[in-house]
C-alpha cells in the first residue's frame, strides 16, 4: 500500500508558477514510478508528466511540455510539479498517482494509488 497527500495547489495568475508536492508512504517510494494527473468537472482525468523511480526517465504531455517539470526526492518520499507560465487552461484538480512497478506510464489505469487531489486555478 501507498498513501499520496498532495499539497501545494492555489489560486495565481497566468504567467505565475506554482510548486505542487505530494507526500507518500508506505511502499518503499524509491521504487516506484510516480504521475501527476490532472481533472477538470465534466471530463476524464488527464496524464501531465510521470517520472521513474530514479529520475533517469520523464514523459509530459504535449500540453505541459516545456512549462511543467517533474521531480522527486527519494530522500525525503517526496514527489514535485513545478508549473511555471501557468494559463487558465491549466485550472484543474491535480492529482499524484503511484505505480506498483519502476516504469512510467501515462495510462491512468495504469496507476495503482491516489492522492486526494489539490486544486490549481489560473485567473485570467
Known amino acids: 500500500q501507498v498513501q499520496l497527500v498532495e499539497s501545494g495547489g492555489g489560486l495565481v495568475q497566468a504567467g505565475g508558477s506554482l510548486r505542487l508536492s505530494c507526500g507518500a508512504s508506505g511502499r518503499t517510494f524509491s521504487t516506484i514510478a510516480m504521475g501527476w494527473f490532472r481533472q477538470t468537472p465534466g471530463k476524464e482525468r488527464e496524464f501531465v508528466a510521470t517520472?521513474?523511480?530514479?529520475?533517469?526517465?520523464?514523459y509530459y504531455s504535449d500540453s505541459v511540455k516545456g512549462r511543467f517539470t517533474i521531480s522527486r526526492d527519494n530522500a525525503k518520499n517526496t514527489l514535485y510539479l513545478q508549473m511555471n507560465s501557468l494559463r487558465p487552461e491549466d485550472t484543474a484538480v491535480y492529482y499524484c498517482a503511484a505505480r506498483n512497478t519502476h516504469q512510467i506510464a501515462t495510462g491512468r489505469n495504469e496507476y495503482d494509488y491516489w492522492g486526494q487531489g489539490t486544486q490549481v486555478t489560473v485567473s485570467s
Open positions: 517520472i521513474s523511480y530514479i529520475s533517469s526517465i520523464t
